[in-house]
């Protein structure tokens, strides 16, 4: 049983989309923060994108601006990352990611997403870009 239901990996060829997607409880989601992560082989974990449930405030790593967009549909308690013109440097595991549910503070975690505050983890979904 997973708090954090992650789909949407694959492979791709460079310049294509794919989009993920996050689901969880309604409980999970209502006032939370929630974020993508990814790992590639080889690197440490690093944040790619976060949205605040409550307004949909967005961060975004400077990697992947302008080509990520992280949004949310609060009908289904999910959150989504659709990534496109996709670059091999994309190539890792994706995780989904929330601070704590009912927690007004996570906004701030928002603002400046480091993965020590968020507490709940998916099991991750690959993405792949080749060349």
């Known amino acids: 049983q997973h708090q954090l239901e992650e789909s949407g990996g694959g492979s791709v060829q460079a310049g294509g989309s794919l989009r993920l997607s996050c689901a969880t409880s309604e409980y999970m989601y209502s006032i939370n923060c929630m974020g993508w992560f990814r790992q590639a082989p080889g690197k440490e974990r690093e944040v790619v994108a976060a949205?605040?449930?409550?307004?949909?405030?967005?961060y975004y790593a400077d990697s992947v601006k302008g080509r990520f967009t992280i949004s949310r549909d609060n009908a289904k308690n999910t959150v989504y990352l659709q990534m496109n013109s996709l670059k091999p440097e994309d190539t890792a595991m994706y995780y989904c990611?929330?601070?704590?549910?009912?927690?007004?503070?996570?906004?701030?975690?928002?603002?400046?997403?480091?993965?020590?505050?968020?507490?709940?983890w998916g099991q991750g979904t690959q993405v792949t870009v080749s060349s």
């Open positions: 949205i605040w449930t409550v307004d949909s405030g967005t």
């Open positions: 990611a929330a601070v704590e549910p009912s927690y007004r503070g996570a906004w701030d975690v928002c603002l400046a997403p480091s993965e020590e505050r968020f507490g709940y």
